[in-house]
């Protein structure tokens, strides 16, 4: 059974830092691009960032672009998401996803974890 | 990065059919064949309905099914039922590289 399960949310005060893990099952991990999708209190998806297989092609969405690090560990089946100097607007349950249907969709998901950003 | 609109909210009453609409532009929706939908129902994490703009995940009930036409794409629910009550959310790679996600729908079976 594919699982993926995120872990590391929590309060965060403004300007500091959290990492957060996903860790995968059920599937070669390797072969895989993993997403990172947030969503506020009471908002919509906001995609965040991507990273592919073998980490060689890494993208951010714009309001995170500098602060955030995606990461992988394929011997380890995770991946991380290193947020540095946070924002209250970066208040949200962030998912892991993995992108493993056809060219494009996000066919599994994590139960998401909290990160609130607050002083 | 680009931006998709959806419409705010859609109802319908039971076993009738509703569509929700995907635009975007040229650098998005109108470009690739990398549209995919997801469902969410309140609390829970997002269910993949549709992806590669057509296909369905095994699993997933024939009575959802989408379309693209030019820059917009659309999810049409038929047999609409209780269970289908969720927020609905297009998203879309782009020609930036990067991935976007429609402000979403709330369906509502009336």
């Known amino acids: 059974e594919v699982q993926l399960v995120e872990s590391g949310g929590g309060l965060v005060k403004p300007g500091g830092s959290l990492r957060l893990s996903c860790a995968a099952s059920g599937f070669t991990f390797s072969s895989y691009s993993v997403n990172w999708v947030r969503q506020a209190p009471g908002e919509g998806l906001e995609w965040v960032s991507s990273?592919?297989?073998?980490?060689?092609?890494?993208s951010y969405a714009d309001s995170v672009k500098g602060r955030f690090t995606v990461s992988r560990d394929n011997a380890e089946n995770a991946v991380f998401l290193q947020m540095n100097s946070l924002r209250v607007e970066d208040t949200a349950v962030y998912y892991c996803?993995?992108?493993?249907?056809?060219?494009?969709?996000?066919?599994?998901w994590g139960q998401g974890t909290l990160v609130t950003v607050s002083s | 990065q680009s931006v998709l609109t959806q419409p705010a909210s859609v109802s319908g009453s039971p076993g009738q059919s509703i569509t929700i609409s995907c635009t975007g532009a040229?650098?998005?929706?109108?470009?690739?064949?990398?549209v995919s939908w997801y469902q969410q129902h309140a609390g829970k994490a997002p269910k993949l309905l549709i992806y590669?703009?057509?296909l369905r995940p095994s699993g997933v009930s024939n009575r959802f099914s989408g379309s693209k036409s030019a820059n917009t794409a659309s999810l049409t629910i038929s047999g609409l039922q209780a269970e289908d009550e969720a927020d609905y959310y297009c998203?879309?790679?782009?020609?930036?590289?990067?991935?976007?996600f429609g402000p979403g729908t709330k369906v509502t079976v009336l």
């Open positions: 996803a993995r992108d493993g249907a056809g060219d494009y969709g996000f066919d599994y």
């Open positions: 590669d703009v057509t």
């Open positions: 998203s879309s790679y782009t020609l930036s590289g990067v991935y976007v």
């Open positions: 990273i592919s297989s073998e980490s060689n092609y890494i």
């Open positions: 040229r650098s998005d929706v109108g470009s690739y064949k990398y």
